[in-house]
C-alpha cells in the first residue's frame, strides 16, 4: 500500500455507526474503524520514512477489540494483550471456539458469576456484557432497561460470534505491560484516561481498583518509541507527544435522552470528550508535515 494524502477523501466528516456492539465502558467500538484507517496509514508511512519493516502489531490494553478488530488484515504478527484475566480468557476461548454462550443470565447468576475465581471467560462474559454500561460487574443491567426491550445476553453473543473470524491470527496475553520489549511493532494504547479517577480498563470487582501509574506509562511510550511506531489514544498528553489526530467523541455508561451529548446544548458535558491519537516528537515532527489532512469524523449519536 503506498501512502496516498488523496486517500483520506474516502472518509465522511458526518458518519453516524448504529451497530450493535460489546458493551465495555471505555472502549472503542464507534471509533475503532476510524482510528484503524489512521493506524494503517501512518504504518505505511512510517515504513517509508525511516525504512523499517514493522513484524508486529501490538496492543498493550486490548480491552473489548475496539481498533485491533478492524486491524486483522494486517500482513504481520498480532498481539493482544490486557492485565484483566477474565477478559483475556473470554478471547481466548471465542477464538479457540470451544466459548459455551449462555441462553440468559438472572440476577441470581449475575451475582453468582462475580465469585467465581479468576481468569473465567464465563465471568467476563456477564461481567462486562450483563452490566450497565459495560462496568464491570457494577450492575445488573436489567434493572435499567425500562421500557427499552434489549436483550443484553444475545446482543453479548452476538457480538463475540461476529468477532470469532477475525481474531483466529491474534496471540491474546495477560501481562503487566512493562513486562514487554518490543521491537520493530507498531503499537497502539488505550491505556486507562488520566483524568479519570478510576481507571475503569483495570477494574477487578466493583469497589476497588488497581493502580495505573500514569506518568510511568508516559516513561514507557517514551522508550518504546525508539525502536518502535507507537501511537496513544489520550485525551492528555505530555508536551513531548504530538497531538496528530483528534476527534470528539461521547463517553457514559448510559444511553439516554437524558445523558446523551447534544453539541447544542448550552450546559456543559462532562461525558463528552474529545479523543486524541499522540506520537512521541521524536517520530511527529518528521512525519508531521505529511498528517495534515488526516480525516475527522462524527460519531455523536443524534
Known sequence: MS?????????????YIFEKYMKYLGGKQRLGKYIASVLLDLWDLYEQVF???LTTYFEPFCGSLGVLKNMTGVKAK?????????LIEMWKEVKEGTFVYPKSISEEEYLEAKKLPSPN???????????????????????????KPEDFCKEMTNSLKRIAP???????TNKDYTEF????????????????????KYRRDTKKYDVFDNDKFWEVMREWSKENMVV????????????????????????????RFNKNSAVASN???TEKLFVHESIAKILLPLLKNLPAVDVSKK
Open 3 to 15: 501512502f496516498d494524502m488523496n486517500t483520506f477523501s474516502r472518509y465522511s466528516k458526518n458518519i
Open 51 to 53: 525504512n523499517i519493516k
Open 78 to 86: 498480532i498481539i493482544a494483550n490486557d492485565y484483566h484475566p477474565d
Open 121 to 147: 471467560a464465563y465471568k467476563a462474559f456477564v461481567g462486562f456484557g450483563m452490566s450497565f454500561g459495560g462496568r464491570f460487574f457494577g450492575a445488573y443491567s436489567q434493572k435499567y432497561l425500562n421500557d
Open 166 to 172: 477475525l481474531i483466529q491470527k491474534v496471540k491474546f
Open 181 to 200: 520489549k518490543p521491537k520493530k511493532m507498531f503499537i497502539y494504547c488505550d491505556p486507562p484516561y488520566a483524568f479519570n479517577k478510576y481507571p475503569i
Open 232 to 259: 496513544i489514544s489520550e485525551i492528555t498528553a505530555p508536551p513531548d507527544f504530538i497531538n496528530i489526530w483528534e476527534q470528539e467523541r461521547y463517553r457514559s455508561a448510559a444511553q439516554s435522552k437524558k445523558t
Open 271 to 273: 461525558t463528552h470528550n
